[in-house]
């Protein structure tokens, strides 16, 4: 079998010495990098992900076990570094391409033109969010500003069916009201 391919390393004591760790690295960086672009597709991301894979293989060389194979020991780390940082981007929503490929969103040409909404006046509006009854306006301000029905639930002690419940009767009340003040916005 290749030096480089499975690479047993016998130690004294079951630390890791810097210059062991060095050798057997070189060893196996090449291979590394080529299972790093495959996993990317890219040179310079490949590159970034082996480089992340040999801060934390030297972090914690202590962990690696006398007879085992450190080419797989490696291989494990890049493959479980790759993963995390691809739930990573997952859970936020990253985006890897250029701003150019998205001009199509900021165009209005896929928009719906709509004068009616443009002549309503939003101080009318909140006008009639003040008139709302308390238990239907409260809810639904909170509704507005973001809060889930749950969380106004819990919050005035209510129970979800009745913020809902409240939350419509106040969308309808004002839909009704808009309707009066301009009956094409309607």
């Known amino acids: ?77 890049l493959k479980n570094t790759f993963i995390s940082q691809y739930h990573k981007k997952k859970r936020r929503g990253v985006v890897n391409k250029p701003i150019e490929d998205f001009t199509f969103a900021l165009e209005n040409q896929y928009a719906v033109k709509n004068d009616a909404l443009s002549h309503l006046n939003v101080d009318s509006i909140h006008d009639a969010i003040e008139k709302l009854s308390y238990k239907s306006k409260l809810p639904f301000k909170m509704f507005l500003e973001g809060y889930q029905y749950k969380e106004i639930s819990n919050m005035l002690n209510i129970p979800i069916g009745t913020v809902k419940s409240r939350i419509n009767f106040a969308r309808t009340k004002l839909k009704a009201y808009v309707a009066h003040l301009r009956p094409e916005a309607a």
């Open 1 to 77: 079998m290749l030096a480089s391919t499975v690479i047993l390393v016998n130690l004294n004591n079951t630390d890791m010495e810097i210059a062991q760790f060095t050798q057997l690295y070189t060893d196996t960086e090449q291979a590394l990098h080529n299972f790093a672009k495959k996993l990317v597709y890219d040179n310079a991301k490949a590159q970034d992900l082996v480089q992340e894979t040999a801060i934390k293989a030297f972090k914690s060389r202590h962990t690696f076990r006398e007879g085992s194979s450190f080419k797989s020991w490696t291989f494990t780390i």
